[in-house]
């Protein structure tokens, strides 16, 4: 079939053929980096956020342990009052 075409045509169908192909790599390059640009802006948006939370409550969780254990060693007295004041707001914050 190409034997009949003149080499003119053939080095354009050639041609042709590579630029189509050429399109489509881009196109399909173009659309995977559309998509994982899209599921980066959803994990800073979602998980980020999420992660940011979690790590609040470990936070607070811990700085309850560290009031925990300021008071049992000692009678209760005025230092008491407020720890428990304090445990109190972190639970509130928790």
Not at 16 to 43: F, K, R
Not at 50 to 77: G, H, N, Q
Not at 80 to 94: D, S, V, Y
């Amino acid at each position: 079939m190409l034997n009949k075409l003149s080499i003119a045509k053939r080095l354009a169908f050639g041609f042709g053929l590579v630029l189509a192909l050429l399109l489509v790599v881009a196109g399909s390059g173009y659309w995977g980096m559309e998509s994982i640009t899209q599921e980066t802006v959803q994990m800073l948006h979602h998980d980020a956020k999420l992660t940011l939370l979690a790590d609040d409550a470990t936070e607070y969780a811990l700085d309850l342990r560290r009031y925990e254990k300021d008071f049992f060693p000692i009678s209760m007295t005025q230092k008491h009052e407020a720890i428990i004041f304090r445990n109190g707001r972190m639970k509130l914050q928790l």
